[in-house]
């Protein structure tokens, strides 16, 4: 390999490496300007398999990459908060989405890209307000993809003139397979087919020996188009490795559906050039051929997804006869729904973080439960039951916390959502405290069967009551942290207020005991130190219900 081609080979690359950065960046800049609003999403994304493929498509398209919504979808399937036909759905309509780079790379703007470059970098660079911030960032970085696509443009003119490469590029056209295989094995190195087939589209648009028509043509590109969605499940394959068998079901989902459509359309490549020849703009051939490239990618992905939708339900039953097997039984202290692979998109690693803590909210509900029964009833068993529980809390509430730190490592979390993880922690602290004060509560089961202590009816039923209100308290914040509902937190502080007085009045009513002399003195401290840490049990749920106050209202002060 002389000099020259050396040269031009690692230009290539590093056209192919500022692509992909200014893409990565891209999508960077366009997930934190969507912020928190990208969790508005995720709600809509398990209703029906419809809203699924335009809920995949918008996700897709503001992450620029179908591997990352593929990526996020196994995590929650994994989670189990979304079934194997919901997450079909969503990954037909990302791979519509991941179609729109390819659509923006067909504009004919690479003479611009300089200019947003420079008009980008001025806010990226120097502007604090973080939503101009990260448009300039946006801005910034799709002039630097088109910066990489002009270098690989530039670069790949002298292939016209190269014998070898000309033979390769009709071995294509005459051999659609190989340029499938071409296609996948790029992709799969690569790790992006949005990086791979704007490589193709710039090919495409280089002019062949006759200096007129395309060294590939639309033909020769069709197949290799195939084989880059075919490359790109690679990422869902690896993602599913170690994941619930649903997971590894949704990530063969992938395969099969990208795998299929190339196999049907393999068969008609002429009559399928035909018709993207038709639909695209006309002109000289290495002029709008980026463009058919780009519709063709565009119209596979679309009417393959069409077809699909009817048969996710037999696409189900493809997959979970390809991939038998049971879910593995967890550990209680094991995380269900967290998944180190979503740490990229912070909104989307939020959601698994809060439904997490939601879980943890109700073990220490259960705990509330358990310790109520062994201090009223006197129960030893729940006094042991108690006392197991907090281990296995304060274990997954160390998860947890270190799950919502390792977040702070990711570039993409936003300021707005780093605050956001910060208070989440705090609730993960405060959950954990609500245990802590049930094995209070269990202690002096413990202390009370033992020293066979009793109270007076009326004793018991001030304490049932507070029970009684804590339990609403903590299934209220459970509420909150699974639906960020403000109704509920509204709730938790007009508890709170209840919680406040009970106590005070408790106490009251308690010394009018001692003095009437119908409860005993020895009594008093722990009758006082139940009600105490019942309170303090709502003081916790209180601050959960703040931490989503504040989230809500920071919201509310960007929109």
């Known amino acids: 390999m002389n000099n020259e081609t050396l040269q031009m080979v690692f230009t290539l690359l590093g056209g192919l490496a500022v692509f992909i950065y200014g893409m990565n960046l891209m999508s960077d800049g366009l997930q934190k300007c969507a912020g928190e609003r990208m969790r508005s999403i995720l709600a809509v994304l398990t209703r029906n398999p419809i809203t699924g493929v335009l809920a995949g498509a918008l996700v897709t398209a503001v992450l620029q990459s179908s591997s990352a919504t593929t990526v996020m979808v196994i995590g929650f399937v994994s989670a189990g908060l979304m079934n194997l036909p919901q997450a079909i759905s969503i990954i037909l309509g990302a791979n519509i ?5 390819a659509q923006l790379i067909a504009f004919s703007i690479g003479d611009l890209a300089w200019i947003f470059v420079f008009v980008g970098f001025i806010p990226f660079f120097f502007v604090k307000k ?57 992709t799969v190195v690569v790790q992006s087919s949005s990086a791979t087939i704007a490589v193709l589209q710039n090919l495409a648009s280089t002019a062949g020996p006759d200096g007129i028509s395309s060294i590939i043509g639309l033909e020769g590109a069709l197949p290799i188009l195939f084989g880059d969605n075919i490359g790109t499940t690679i990422t869902a394959v690896l993602a599913s490795i170690g994941a619930s068998v649903t997971a590894k079901r949704t990530a063969a989902a992938h395969v099969i559906f990208n ?42 992905n679309v009417f393959n997804t069409l077809w699909f939708i009817p048969l996710i339900p037999v696409l189900v039953k493809v997959v979970t006869k390809i991939v038998p097997g049971k879910e593995l039984d967890r550990l209680p202290s094991d995380p269900l729904y967290l998944d180190e692979n979503v740490l990229e998109q912070p909104f989307a690693a939020m959601h698994l973080a809060s439904k997490e803590l939601a879980r943890l909210g109700d073990m220490v509900l259960d705990m509330l439960k358990s310790a109520q029964t062994a201090f009223i009833d006197r129960d030893s068993t729940k006094v042991k039951e108690v006392m197991e529980m907090e281990d296995t809390v304060n274990g997954l509430q160390e998860r947890i916390v270190n799950y919502l730190a390792s977040m702070f490592a990711k570039d993409t979390i936003t300021e707005e959502q780093a605050a956001n993880v910060s208070g989440l922690m705090h609730v993960a602290a405060d959950i954990e405290h609500v245990g802590d004060h049930c094995k209070n509560i269990a202690e002096f089961a413990e202390d009370k069967i ?32 699974e639906e960020r509902d403000l109704a509920a937190a509204g709730k938790i502080k007009a508890y709170e207020a209840e919680m406040n007085t009970k106590e005070d009045t408790l106490r009251k009513q308690h010394m009018i005991r001692l003095n009437e002399k119908t409860c005993s003195p020895e009594f008093t401290v722990l009758y006082t130190d139940v009600v105490h840490n019942i309170e303090k049990i709502g003081d916790y749920c209180d601050n959960i219900a703040d931490t989503l106050i504040k989230h809500k209202e920071a919201e509310d002060s960007i929109e």
Request: charged share 15%.
């Open 259 to 300: 795998v299929t459509g190339t196999l049907i359309f393999i068969w008609f490549i002429p009559y399928y050039a035909d018709l993207i020849e038709f639909i695209s703009p006309k002109g000289p051939e290495i002029e709008v051929i980026s463009r058919q490239i780009a519709n063709a990618h565009t119209c596979f």
């Open 450 to 481: 033992k020293n066979n202590y009793e109270f007076s009816n009326e004793a018991y039923s001030e304490i049932y009551s507070c029970f009684d209100l804590a339990k609403r308290m903590v299934k209220e914040s459970v509420k909150v942290l």
């Open 97 to 101: 989405g991941t179609t729109m780079t």
């Open 130 to 186: 973080e939503l101009v911030k990260y448009l300039g960032q946006t801005a910034f970085a799709f002039g630097l993809l088109f910066v990489g696509i002009n270098i690989m443009g530039d670069t790949m003119k002298p292939l016209a003139g190269s014998e070898f490469f000309v033979d390769l590029m009709l071995s294509v056209q005459d051999i659609p397979a190989l340029g499938v295989l071409i296609g996948t094995i790029m």
